[in-house]
């Protein structure tokens, strides 16, 4: 080439540098892709031809400067269309980058739609000009700046003329587009483009400095023929040749590292969603894999080393690059384990559940926190149940614990989730404390819970693997919450039931030995001796009699009765009513009910056992306002409104005007009060929510879904 050593050896590396690494790039583009449209195949051809430009590039460094054959001239050819398609392929992706084609109606379309009809006339004039026109000079021509034997203004050929005003002028309405992108469709996209728009501005005002150097290097070729001063291309032209040659392939060197940073880190050329965590990881692989591989075969090539000693250098090079790959490959995959481990351990949840002394305490706390220090990096993170398993889980969980929960109603984010599909939507962290990110859980019964995410500690974006495991996680951790909640309560149901019934058989049992039989046994000796004196022992064993049948009733009083015959008997409205008017009579000064006729219907239709359930639940929330809603002021006013209405289910809401859920009431409700029958609720598909507002009211939801196999009206 030159002959100058370390200048040969730079100029190869880097021309493979750039073969290798725009072709893994171009590869990379097109074969991860979520959807293959226009956007994706220029991005993808884009670099796939640059990619051929330095295939030209190397082959003619192979070939040398200074001696002309005719396979150098093939490929200065060759190399001519990559160079003339490129400037236009950057300016259309970095218009598709900013959203140009996503609407005609953007002022962003408006602005650049008469430069990109321009353009595009521009490069296929040019096009046409390389394949009909041949306006190119051959590269002999070139060296011997004999440029008139081709199609020229002036003695100019006309390409040599046109195309330094082309690249530069492609390359500046690129950084003008990069100005001021249009809005993004997808999720985290107008992230992503505004984190990725310094990579990118990078990365055009290199091709911007290559495209000032390749004009300076063509009206210098042209200010010397003009002045027809002939000259051989000498050993001091061909170093001057090979800087120049160096410095430009160094720029665009450069600039296929800054978009590859934007391409694996925001993937704003693939289309995805979100960013794929071991992207970041290949693509490093692939920059020092393409330096590696430029530097060893073009050191290889430079001390013209025979072909087949740099066929096994190329073999040495892959294999040892491939080797370690999969060891990063395994180390990734042990530290995944590690990470993971949290969300996999054992909870021992049947020893305890058969143990009565061992408390049922279930560990989410730990995998939470797992999951958001060492999984995802987030700054603050929090993990709320919505909808059925609400009222089991109990209060978000908060990562860091010391933070303070500073939560508003997340029925608004709870409403922008209209299917599984919805990865995540962006929430204001102002309102949410600090979170930026809010990723909708979900099971079979429908949306159970949110998490709330907030900036990465890297000050990245979250990965498309992070926020599915995010998403796992989150769900399993609700559910494994919920289910050890409703675990817990059932067995202390059951253990408290069988205490009762112990109680009362041992009751019953002494009762019939102790009182029962003994008087059975006295009124029996009594009538035994009637032949002696009836007069005097028939009075006696009538009286022990009546005696044995007022235990016997007392005993039957005392046992546990159900309700559950007059709620199949009378319904469950008509079985409320029962309640308030036998049982609650006088509790309250007022009552009124908001019956909907649908509500009555179908509340008929209800299974028995369902019913039941119901109809506790709301008896409970109907005792405890009559129980505690004057508080300590007993002559304090109290309502109560009961409603019913069908609305895709049954919605049973008892409301009071009393003091609200304070103090131990609150604790009550919470823990075993209503506590136990939102246990119940969730059994049979239903949920039960409690609302307070102290002196305001108190307001319990009882809310039946309807089921599929339901029929409704």
Not at 373 to 384: C, I, K, M, Q, Y
Request: proline content about 6%; overall charge neutral.
């Amino acid at each position: 080439m030159t002959g100058e050593f370390l200048l040969d050896w730079a100029v190869m590396a880097v021309s493979l540098f750039n073969t290798v690494l725009l072709l893994w790039l171009g590869l990379t583009v097109l074969l991860n892709a979520e959807r293959h449209s226009r956007g994706v195949w220029v991005a993808g051809g884009g670099l796939l031809t640059g990619g051929a430009f330095f295939i030209s590039h190397s082959a003619i460094l192979g070939h040398g400067f200074q001696v002309m054959t005719q396979g150098l001239d093939f490929w200065w050819h060759v190399g001519w269309g990559p160079v003339i398609a490129l400037p236009f392929v950057w300016y259309m992706v970095m218009l598709w980058y900013a959203g140009f084609w996503d609407s005609p109606h953007t002022h962003l379309h408006h602005r650049h739609r008469p430069w990109v009809v321009f353009t595009m006339v521009v490069t296929v004039a040019l096009v046409g000009l390389l394949i009909f026109a041949n306006p190119l000079p051959s590269y002999w021509q070139v060296a011997q700046l004999q440029l008139s034997a081709t199609p020229s203004i002036g003695g100019i050929p006309l390409l040599m003329l046109a195309y330094p005003f082309y690249i530069v002028f492609c390359i500046c309405l690129s950084l003008d587009v990069l100005r001021h992108p249009g809005p993004s469709g997808r999720v985290m996209g107008d992230l992503a483009r505004r984190r990725a728009r310094p990579w990118l501005v990078a990365a055009s005002v290199a091709l911007l400095l290559v495209s000032l150097l390749v004009a300076w290097v063509m009206v210098d070729i042209i200010f010397v023929a003009l002045q027809r001063a002939p000259y051989n291309l000498d050993a001091a032209l061909a170093i001057l040749v090979g800087w120049f040659d160096l410095g430009i392939a160094s720029l665009i060197a450069l600039a296929v590292i800054l978009l590859g940073q934007a391409v694996v880190s925001y993937e704003v050329f693939t289309g995805k969603i979100l960013p794929r965590r071991g992207f970041r990881r290949y693509w490093l692989n692939a920059v020092v894999l393409s330096a590696g591989y430029g530097v060893v075969i073009g050191w290889s090539f430079t001390i013209q080393l025979r072909p087949i000693y740099s066929l096994l250098l190329s073999a040495i090079l892959v294999a040892a690059f491939y080797a370690l790959l999969v060891w990063r490959s395994f180390a990734e995959r042990e530290r995944s384990i590690t990470h993971l481990r949290p969300f996999v351990a054992s909870q021992r949840l049947y020893e305890r559940l058969v143990s009565p002394s061992a408390p049922l305490e279930v560990d989410v706390v730990s995998p939470f926190h797992a999951l958001c220090a060492d999984v995802l990096g987030a700054r603050v993170a929090f993990l709320a149940a919505l909808g059925p398993l609400a009222p089991l889980v109990g209060a978000p969980l908060v990562y860091p614990p010391e933070r303070p929960i500073s939560l508003p109603a997340l029925s608004e984010i709870a409403a922008q989730f209209s299917s599984p599909q919805t990865m995540c939507v962006s929430v204001d962290p102002a309102r949410h404390g600090d979170a930026l990110w809010a990723i909708p859980l979900w099971s079979e019964r429908g949306l159970i819970g949110v998490l709330l995410l907030g900036a990465k500690r890297d000050g990245g974006l979250y990965t498309q693997e992070e926020i599915e495991i995010a998403r796992a996680s989150g769900e399993r951790l609700v559910d494994m919450q919920a289910s050890a909640e409703m675990s817990r309560r059932l067995m202390a149901l059951q253990r408290q039931r069988m205490a009762e019934s112990q109680v009362l058989d041992r009751q019953a049992r002494r009762a019939l030995h102790d009182d029962v039989l003994p008087r059975l046994h006295a009124a029996m000796l009594a009538l035994s001796s009637q032949q002696g004196d009836p007069s005097q022992s028939t009075p006696s064993a009538m009286e022990q009699l009546a005696n044995v049948h007022r235990q016997i009733s007392n005993l039957l009083r005392a046992m546990p009765t159900t309700t559950a015959p007059e709620v199949t008997r009378l319904g469950l409205i008509d079985a409320l009513r029962q309640t308030v008017d036998e049982e609650l009579v006088g509790a309250f000064d007022g009552v009124t009910w908001q019956i909907a006729p649908e509500a009555q219907h179908q509340a008929r239709a209800i299974p028995s056992l369902t019913a039941e359930v119901l109809f506790y639940a709301a008896r409970e929330a109907i005792r405890n306002a009559a129980r505690h809603g004057r508080g300590s002021a007993t002559a304090r006013p109290l309502h109560l409104r009961v409603v019913a209405g069908w609305r895709d289910g049954l919605e049973l809401i008892v409301e009071d005007d009393g003091v609200g859920l304070q103090g131990e009431r609150s604790s009550d409700a919470g823990g075993q009060g209503l506590a136990l029958h939102s246990t119940m609720m969730a059994v049979v598909g239903g949920t039960l929510a409690v609302e307070s507002v102290p002196d305001v009211y108190t307001r319990v939801a009882l809310m039946l879904p309807l089921p599929h196999n339901h029929p409704n009206g």
